[in-house]
């Protein structure tokens, strides 16, 4: 079974506009929330991530908005760049080192 | 990488045959990891170790084995490679991260079966 559900896969956005990527997840013994960047050929690595007693946190160009009834989180990139093209997951955390990861959302920045 | 190197990075083999994949880690971690990428699926657990001989079964452990004789060393096996199994391959460490656990990955392993 699927533990997060992530949309949309593929996302194309102009340079400048936001980019919103979404996930939703059921089981409420989540307890973090991080969101991984992986360019082509290269491994994902941690982009910003949030606990579940915050609702958003932002880091540069990027947030994450998190809603803990809906049982849903997004990420925003604001001002978006070419150089943000890439895949994006989404992830959850339970019992401190397991982790289940979302399908995958990849980002066309236009120049 | 945080230290996490992954060998070989890419490796094309036939149907039926034995693959090793081993990632090598230079800091310590007690948490390692062994995930696929596939397209439309994101990242798979395969299998993962919580210290030196103490493994576990991810959601996509069929026909993959792994070992850990050495707390720096992971070592993924597929017995006999199918075509199903060609995929990217991530090892990642578990390390700390503002009071929470993130996981860092290695580079990938692309492993074609014929």
């Known amino acids: 079974q699927q533990q997060v559900k992530q949309s949309p896969q593929s996302l194309i956005v102009q340079k400048g506009g936001i980019s919103i990527i979404n996930c939703a997840y059921e089981?409420?013994?989540?307890?973090?929330f991080p969101w991984y960047q992986q360019f082509p050929g290269k491994g994902p690595a941690l982009l910003i991530a949030?606990?579940?007693?915050?609702s958003e946190k932002k880091e540069g160009r990027f947030t994450i908005s998190f809603n803990k009834s809906a049982k849903q989180f997004s990420l925003h990139i604001m001002d978006s760049q070419p150089g943000d093209s890439a895949t994006y997951f989404c992830?959850?955390?339970?019992?401190?080192?397991?982790?289940?990861f979302g399908s995958g959302t990849k980002l066309n920045v236009k120049p | 990488d945080a230290g996490i190197t992954q060998s070989p990075r890419h490796k094309v083999t036939e149907t039926g045959t034995p693959v090793t994949l081993r990632c090598h880690q230079t800091?310590?971690?007690?948490?390692m990891y062994w995930y696929r990428q596939d397209p439309g699926h994101g990242l798979r657990l395969i299998h993962y170790?919580?210290?030196?001989?103490?493994?576990d079964k991810g959601e996509v452990s069929d026909g993959y084995s792994v070992s850990r004789s050495k707390t720096e060393d992971f070592l993924l096996t597929l017995e006999s490679a199918t075509s199903s199994q060609t995929s990217v391959y991530f090892c990642?460490?578990?390390?700390?991260?503002?009071?929470?656990?993130?996981?860092?990955f290695g580079a990938g392993s692309r492993l074609t079966v014929l």
């Open positions: 990642a460490i578990s390390e700390p991260y503002s009071g929470a656990n993130v996981l860092t």
């Open positions: 949030i606990r579940p007693d915050v």
């Open positions: 800091e310590n971690h007690r948490y």
């Open positions: 992830a959850v955390q339970y019992n401190f080192n397991k982790f289940y």
């Open positions: 089981n409420t013994a989540f307890d973090y």
């Open positions: 170790s919580y210290g030196v001989k103490d493994t």
